[in-house]
């Protein structure tokens, strides 16, 4: 079992920032990617990023890329969302989630390919 914690998310105007954070705990030595999820009222839960466990690689999809950053501190076991530039249509629930599989240098771009995940954070970006 892999336990996330999300948190940091709030209201923020347009164009500023906010970085959020997921705390990870249990069976990480399992974990082969982590990712970001966002979902707005009405939407399908969307994949933002993901961050590889061992490689530390990234991927983000094209509207957040340049503007969102994913990070992971080892000693904290904490993995970040860093969101800059922030618009209007970044409003939804952010989840972070862990999943693929350890030694694979991929990152899951779907949510098929995740098996834990946190209780989501709200993030509102005013205009």
């Known amino acids: 079992q892999v336990q996330l914690v999300e948190s940091g998310g709030g209201l923020v105007q347009a164009g500023g920032s906010l970085r959020l954070s997921c705390l990870v705990s249990?069976?990480?030595?399992?974990?082969?990617?982590m990712g970001w999820f966002r979902q707005a009222p009405g939407k399908e839960r969307e994949f933002v990023g993901g961050?590889?466990?061992?490689?530390?690689?990234?991927y983000y999809i094209d509207s957040v890329k340049g503007r969102f950053t994913i990070s992971r501190d080892s000693d904290k076991n904490t993995v970040y969302l860093q969101m800059n530039s922030l618009k209007p249509e970044d409003t939804a629930v952010y989840y972070c989630?862990?999943?693929?599989?350890?030694?694979?240098?991929?990152?899951?771009?779907?949510?098929?390919?995740?098996?834990?995940w946190g209780q989501g954070t709200q993030v509102t970006v005013s205009s």
């Open positions: 249990g069976r990480t030595f399992s974990t082969g990617a």
């Open positions: 989630a862990s999943g693929g599989t350890y030694g694979d240098y991929r990152i899951p771009l779907a949510s098929g390919g995740y098996n834990y």
């Open positions: 961050i590889n466990w061992r490689r530390l690689n990234t």
